[in-house]
Structure formats: structure tokens, C-alpha cells
């Protein structure tokens, strides 16, 4: 993508050559003919950079800078002020106002191309750290108000419960509460080393349908309670070479997903196909589907889709999934009809055949 540039300046001719300039180095620009136009500009494009002149009809260029710098608006934007040459108080007092640097007019283009590389790189740097930030603080507030319902159930629960006879019936709902905040704590330490980057995934060969029967068990007994019957139409005729943890952890994902999200009496139809590298597992169910418009949205982080809002979750488990896939070299991929229901598709690299004979040769020989 582009960077896009802000160019300040009420004389036509220096304008169209700023932005001529700009333009053949690749950057996108904007122009803005006065003062209020320009900080218009940056709060309707948030620009990367600003180039901004200082004698403007209306508001001026110190006027300009000062509300930029003492609202939020424009934070971390580069501004560069344009000054007369003879001009040292003008560019002295612009850049007490927050200006990050000045360009002296008669300006040289190269100078000119110089400082803005050097700027928007800055730009750049800032702009990454900042979202990270703001990533981590959102997460961090999350989870703390995930927690914080959980231990309060936990808490006025265990209060009634000490003051009855028959405090039995209120464990359940403690012990589910506790089973949350525990699975909020996984997911938050799973998700801080997957971001973080570290845990290089080890692979090895993996059986996918023993995997995937395995995962399945783990909800038999949720399906049963809706009346959902969980469907192996076949069986994966390769292994695969992933993580098996990894592995597991998106199966056993999406299949929640898979009978939480089922209508009462559905079916979860679990089938394993095989391409040129790579064995799919398409798992489908006949629950309430995801509208159109929201599905390139569903592995993103806290994102829930609208008609979830009765069925628990944290919006976390596809995020996760997408992590680990990704992670592990794999592909997923869904569908889905709000009639019909969701199909996810894993994609996991075929185990390479000559790895697999050999694995399978040692095998023979130790047994
Ligand atoms: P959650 O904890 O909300 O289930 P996920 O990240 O697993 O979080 O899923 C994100 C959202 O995607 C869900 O809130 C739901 O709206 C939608 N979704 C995921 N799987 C399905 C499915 N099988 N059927 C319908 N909607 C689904």
C-alpha cells in the first residue's frame, strides 16, 4: 500500500510540484489549500505525513500544528514545515509547536525526497509499536473483564451456597465458571507465545483421522446432550507433517464451533480429502451459519458474528486456529449458508512419501 502525504500549501504552483514529485516516487498525496482544510484532511485520510506551509489564509501553519499536537488527532504524524529560507525564527517557532522538521523554501527536491523517506520510515516504526500496543492493552482488558465475571459467578455463588443446606446444586455453576476463567487463562498464555512468535513448531507425521476421532470423542458428549451426531464419512488415507498439538487444538476448535453453533438434532459431517500436497479435513455442520458479509471477519481476534450473542464464547478459538495453521505451514478456509450451515476446511501438507515409506521401514524393523 501506498503512503499517503498531506501537502499544505495555498500556492497552486508549489502544490502541483510537491505532488508531482511525490507522486513519481510513489506516494500518494493530498492537498490542502488552507488551514482548516488541512486539518480536515488529516482527520477524514489520517495521513502518513504532512507538508505543511506556514502563511496560509484563515488558519496558519502554527495554528495548524499546535491543534493537531494538543488534540489526539494526527498523533504520530510526521509534520514537516515549509519555511523562507531566511526564515530561522519561523522554523524555530514551528518546531517548538511540534513540528518534527523543516524544509526552507526555495526547497530542493532532493531534499525534499530525502526527508520524507526518513520520515515515513519513522512513521512506520511508530505506527507498529502503537498498534501493538493498543492490541495488547485491548486483550489485556478483555481478559481481565472475562476473569472478573467468572470469579464474581464463583464468588456470590459459593456465598449462597455456604449459607444452604443443599449447596450441591450451586457447584455446577461454580465449577463451570472455574472451567472458564481456566480455559480464558490458556487460551491468553497460548495466544501471548504464538504472537510473541516464539514456539517454532516441531513436526512430525501425524495419523489425521486417529487425530481427528480423537478430537471428536472429546465432544461426544456435548453433541449427545444437543442431539447432534457427529459423522465420519471417510478416512484420511496419508498422514500429514504438523504439529500435533497444534493440530488438535484446531480440530478440537473449529468441532466446538462445529456442535455449539449446530441446530438441536443436527449433524457435524466430518470428511478428509486429498490433493496434489495436501490432505483436507472439511468439517460441516447444520447450524446457524455465518452471514456473508461477516465471514472474512470471523478469525479475527475477540471478533463474534451478530446471532452468536446467545451461545458462550470469547471470539478467541478462530483466531487461534488461523495462528496455528498458519504456524504450522497449513490453510484453512470456510463456507457457509445461513440455511444450510458451515463447512471449515483445514489443509495440512501431505507427509513427504519417501519420509513416510522410510518412517514406516524403521518401524517394521524395530518391531
Ligand atoms: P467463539 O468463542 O465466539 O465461538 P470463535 O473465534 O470460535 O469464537 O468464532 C468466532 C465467531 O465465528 C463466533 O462467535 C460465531 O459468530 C462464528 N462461528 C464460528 N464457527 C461457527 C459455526 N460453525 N457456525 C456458525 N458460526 C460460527
Not at 480536515?40 to 505525513?49: F, G, K, L, Q, Y
Not at 514551528?94 to 523517506?117: C, H, M, Q, W
Request: proline fraction near 2%; charged fraction near 30%.
Amino acid at each position: 500500500m501506498k503512503n499517503k502525504i498531506l501537502i499544505v500549501e495555498d500556492e497552486k504552483d508549489v502544490a502541483d510540484l510537491l505532488q508531482y514529485n511525490l507522486e513519481k516516487e510513489h506516494y500518494d498525496t493530498i492537498i490542502a489549500y488552507s488551514g482548516e482544510e488541512a486539518v480536515e484532511a488529516v482527520r477524514i485520510h489520517s495521513p502518513d505525513m504532512m507538508l505543511l506551509d506556514i502563511m496560509l489564509p484563515g488558519l496558519n501553519g502554527y495554528d495548524v500544528c499546535k491543534s493537531l499536537r494538543e488534540s489526539s488527532m494526527g498523533e504520530g504524524l510526521p509534520i514537516i514545515i515549509l519555511t523562507a529560507l531566511s526564515g530561522e525564527e519561523a522554523r524555530i517557532k514551528g518546531l517548538t509547536l511540534g513540528a518534527n522538521d523543516y524544509l526552507s523554501k526555495p526547497f530542493s527536491i532532493k531534499e525534499l525526497l530525502v526527508k520524507t523517506r526518513k520520515w515515513i520510515d519513522w512513521q512506520q516504526v511508530v505506527k507498529s509499536f502503537r498498534d501493538r500496543e493498543q492490541d495488547h492493552d485491548t486483550s489485556m482488558r478483555y481478559l481481565v473483564h472475562e476473569l472478573r465475571n467468572s470469579l464474581s459467578v464463583i464468588g456470590n455463588f459459593s456465598k449462597i451456597a455456604l449459607r444452604k443446606d443443599d449447596a450441591r446444586k450451586y457447584l455446577k455453576t461454580i465449577n463451570i465458571a472455574a472451567v472458564r476463567a481456566e480455559k480464558i487463562l490458556d487460551d491468553a498464555s497460548l495466544l501471548g507465545r504464538l504472537e510473541r512468535g516464539s514456539g517454532a513448531f516441531s513436526t512430525a507425521s501425524i495419523d489425521f483421522s486417529a487425530l481427528a476421532e480423537e478430537a471428536a470423542d472429546m465432544f461426544r458428549d456435548m453433541a449427545t446432550k444437543k442431539g447432534v451426531e457427529i459423522v465420519f464419512m471417510n478416512k484420511a488415507l496419508r498422514p500429514v507433517r504438523a504439529n500435533e498439538l497444534a493440530t488438535r487444538q484446531v480440530l478440537v476448535n473449529i468441532l466446538s464451533n462445529a456442535v455449539k453453533y449446530n441446530r438441536d438434532g443436527g449433524k457435524v459431517w466430518i470428511e478428509f480429502d486429498e490433493t496434489n500436497q495436501w490432505v483436507d479435513i472439511s468439517i460441516t455442520d447444520e447450524g446457524c451459519g455465518v452471514p456473508h458479509h461477516e465471514l472474512a471477519r470471523i478469525f479475527d481476534k475477540f471478533y463474534r458474528a451478530a446471532g452468536s450473542e446467545r451461545t458462550k464464547g470469547t471470539g478467541l478459538g478462530l483466531y487461534i486456529v488461523k495462528l496455528l495453521t498458519e504456524a504450522m505451514g497449513g490453510k484453512i478456509t470456510v463456507m457457509s449458508n445461513l440455511t444450510v450451515g458451515s463447512t471449515f476446511t483445514l489443509s495440512l501438507k501431505k507427509e513427504d512419501q519417501n519420509d513416510h515409506e522410510q518412517a514406516a521401514k524403521v518401524k517394521s524393523q524395530s518391531a
